[in-house]
């Protein structure tokens, strides 16, 4: 039978392996937004969606088993704090997936972050060219109105 802190382990691990592919599915985001491929990018949306609901149940499913560890050694439901207490054999493989999750975390956060600001900067470009369409339309038609005259 697993101990608890081998069960965190491989949460820790799946948590990883889930995020990184949240972490793909960001980066195809970002190369369909630049290239204005729409219809991926609400593919991506979707797959997003899908891959975050499964992020969330192990995120939970890593929470409970760390607080029941740390319950049980009686400390925070910290890796650090519970590592420090485990045999070096049981926290060694929970401080090395601790540390790959952490990485991916922050690879994950730096790319939403680009992600964010790119629609961020195409949200601000489509509403700058709708306004500017809008007042060339608006505008009399007509010689010396600074409008096009569409008249044959």
């Known amino acids: 039978m697993p ?5 965190l382990a491989e949460a820790l691990v799946k948590q ?3 995020l990184s592919e949240l972490l793909s599915i960001t980066l195809r985001q970002r190369e369909a ?5 729409l219809s991926y990018l609400q593919e991506l949306m979707s797959e997003m969606r899908h891959t975050s ?4 149940a ?6 409970r088993l760390s607080a029941e ?6 400390c925070e439901a910290v890796v650090s704090k519970i590592a420090k ?3 070096p054999e049981d926290a060694e493989p929970l401080k090395d997936a ?19 600001r790119l629609m961020d900067e195409a949200k601000n470009l489509n509403e700058m060219l709708i306004t500017e369409w809008r007042k060339m339309s608006s505008k009399a038609v007509g010689p010396g109105s600074g409008g096009f005259d569409t008249r044959i």
Do not use: C, F, H, Y
């Open 3 to 7: 101990t608890k802190s081998s069960l």
């Open 16 to 18: 990883d392996e889930i």
């Open 33 to 37: 937004l630049k290239e204005g491929r």
């Open 53 to 56: 609901v499964r992020a969330q």
């Open 58 to 63: 192990i995120e939970t499913r890593r929470g």
């Open 69 to 74: 560890l740390a319950g049980d050694l009686g």
């Open 85 to 87: 207490i485990l045999p």
């Open 98 to 116: 601790a540390k790959n999750l952490t990485s991916t975390v922050g690879r994950l956060k730096t790319e939403m972050s680009i992600l964010s």
